[in-house]
């Protein structure tokens, strides 16, 4: 079984067809996905949210992954220099296995199975989130996590099944690029190319499922505009906020909309 079981789950809506309040929770996470690009943290989980309660859950992670390539290769070309490959390569691997585990699960759950997912891989990266800022508080500002081979291959293959299942890969890797000890512009250009080449590996697995196909993408490339003036914008809008306030309100939204997802 490697097409989508339920295909009114796994289809988008075409563009003509969706409600203003759809149109509107699509249009902001793909903002959102710019704003992330543009240096705000956590907002990449605040899109994923976005896009399942807009649209069928399936359908939403087909919607959002163009969406997603599209500001990573924004990514790329403003930090293409940045990169180290040798972590990449060390975690490419596992990364693999847990999007062909996604891959696997993807392909026997249903669209009510994959909210739940979906939620349950947003909790688990904000607890992961808030476990990694306490071991940096009580690290004196220092990440002081493991370099393990375990602690490698363990963070690599969660990530993929975390971005198979839901896009949402974002703090595990950063577990694994800030826990090498990579410089700040390092960090960033290392995981602009992870993130572009991960996605783009993803898309046949999603054109298998069904999940992405032609009304998909067109669906998706009519709000990647938005994506684009967030990545714009999104400096601009560092200077002129209070960024801990900003990231409590990221991260409660985070927790509600993944509860909300989980609960019937």
């Known amino acids: 079984m490697n097409t989508c079981q339920w295909r009114r789950e796994c289809k988008a809506r075409p563009m003509e067809s969706l409600e203003l309040w759809q149109y509107l929770l699509i249009a902001t996470g793909a903002f959102a996905v710019g704003l992330g690009k543009g240096g705000l943290p956590g907002v990449g989980n605040v899109t994923v949210v976005l896009m399942a309660l807009a649209?069928?859950?399936?359908?939403?992670?087909?919607?959002?992954?163009?969406?997603?390539?599209?500001?990573?290769?924004?990514?790329?070309?403003?930090?293409?220099?940045?990169?180290?490959?040798?972590?990449?390569?060390?975690?490419?691997?596992?990364?693999?296995?847990?999007?062909?585990?996604?891959?696997?699960?993807?392909?026997?759950?249903?669209?009510?199975?994959?909210?739940?997912?979906?939620?349950?891989?947003?909790?688990?990266?904000?607890?992961?989130?808030?476990?990694?800022?306490?071991?940096?508080?009580?690290?004196?500002?220092?990440?002081?996590?493991?370099?393990?081979?375990?602690?490698?291959?363990?963070?690599?293959?969660?990530?993929?099944?975390?971005?198979?299942?839901?896009?949402?890969?974002?703090?595990?890797?950063?577990?694994?690029?800030?826990?090498?000890?990579?410089?700040?512009?390092?960090?960033?250009?290392?995981?602009?190319?992870?993130?572009?080449?991960?996605?783009?590996?993803?898309?046949?697995?999603?054109?298998?499922?069904?999940?992405i196909h032609l009304e998909s993408l067109g669906l998706s490339a009519s709000f990647m505009l938005y994506s684009v003036l967030g990545a714009l914008i999104g400096p601009r809008i560092v200077r002129h906020i209070n960024q801990r306030l900003f990231e409590v309100l990221i991260w409660v939204f985070v927790v509600i909309g993944g509860l909300k997802l989980i609960l019937p």
Do not use: C
Not at 105 to 110: L, T
Not at 111 to 116: E, F, G, Q, T, Y
Not at 154 to 183: C, D, H, K
């Open 55 to 211: 649209l069928p859950a399936k359908a939403s992670v087909g919607v959002l992954l163009p969406i997603l390539i599209s500001a990573d290769i924004v990514a790329v070309i403003v930090y293409r220099r940045h990169a180290n490959w040798s972590y990449i390569v060390k975690l490419a691997p596992w990364t693999i296995i847990g999007v062909l585990g996604g891959y696997l699960v993807f392909s026997y759950v249903n669209d009510s199975a994959v909210r739940i997912l979906i939620g349950s891989v947003l909790l688990s990266m904000t607890a992961i989130h808030f476990i990694r800022k306490w071991l940096r508080d009580s690290s004196k500002g220092e990440d002081k996590l493991p370099h393990h081979p375990a602690f490698v291959g363990g963070t690599g293959i969660i990530g993929g099944f975390a971005t198979m299942i839901a896009n949402a890969a974002g703090p595990v890797a950063a577990l694994y690029f800030i826990a090498s000890g990579l410089p700040k512009y390092a960090y960033i250009g290392t995981s602009a190319w992870f993130f572009f080449l991960v996605n783009v590996f993803k898309v046949p697995f999603m054109m298998d499922l069904g999940i």
